[in-house]
């Protein structure tokens, strides 16, 4: 059977793409607090992955550029129990669960990771020459590799392109 790495390691002052890692990116959340004119805010640091098409961020098409948080199996398990569960890891694995997506183990000298979980239903968007300054700073990083980071996105579309019915068909039989 043929190998496809998973990951590779990229030069922070490489070209971001897709399913590139970012670690200890900040982004600012409005809290629920909200008076007239004013908006309370708290910059919450996530490691994220960068979900916006590569072809938009080479052509600098954006000027925000999306990014959804990344989990370690085990912080996830932490935060919600059931997923220590092993039917539930296992939906997980096979994609059922449309809300997250599971990305594999990296063993990469000093890369080392975990299983990886990256959460879509918590999507946040960051300036452009923000996250590219970030990369920068941060160094080296992780990269989805292909068909892996195609797999992702088409997880994401899957997400977002759910469609619930007020009235479905009724069950035959």
């Known amino acids: 059977m043929k190998k496809y790495p998973w990951y590779d390691i990229v030069e922070g002052s490489e070209l971001l793409l897709q399913g590139d890692f970012v670690n200890s990116c900040p982004v600012v959340v409005p809290t629920t607090?909200?008076?007239?004119?004013?908006?309370?805010?708290?910059?919450?640091?996530?490691?994220?992955?960068?979900?916006?098409?590569s072809c938009d961020l080479e052509q600098r098409k954006l000027d925000l550029v999306l990014v959804c948080p990344i989990w370690t199996l085990k912080e996830f398990e932490e935060k919600n129990p059931n997923y220590k569960?092993?039917?539930?890891?296992?939906?997980?694995?096979?994609?059922?669960?449309?809300?997250?997506?599971?990305?594999n183990k990296c063993e990469i000298?000093?890369?080392?990771?975990?299983?990886?979980?990256?959460?879509?239903?918590?999507?946040?968007?960051?300036?452009?020459?923000?996250?590219?300054?970030?990369?920068?700073?941060?160094?080296?990083?992780l990269r989805l590799l292909p068909p892996y980071r195609e797999h992702l996105s088409?997880?994401?579309?899957?997400?977002?392109?759910?469609?619930?019915?007020?009235v479905d068909i009724p069950p035959f039989g």
Do not use: W
Not at 36 to 50: M, P, R
Not at 90 to 99: A, C, I, W, Y
Not at 154 to 166: D, I, Y
């Open 109 to 141: 000298d000093g890369f080392e990771t975990d299983y990886l979980i990256v959460d879509f239903r918590s999507i946040y968007s960051v300036p452009f020459d923000f996250i590219i300054d970030l990369a920068k700073k941060r160094g080296k990083r």
């Open 154 to 166: 088409q997880a994401f579309a899957r997400f977002f392109m759910r469609v619930g019915l007020p």
């Open 33 to 53: 607090a909200i008076e007239l004119g004013k908006v309370s805010t708290e910059v919450i640091e996530y490691d994220v992955t960068v979900m916006s098409q």
């Open 85 to 103: 569960k092993k039917k539930t890891k296992e939906s997980l694995r096979r994609g059922h669960l449309p809300g997250y997506h599971l990305l």
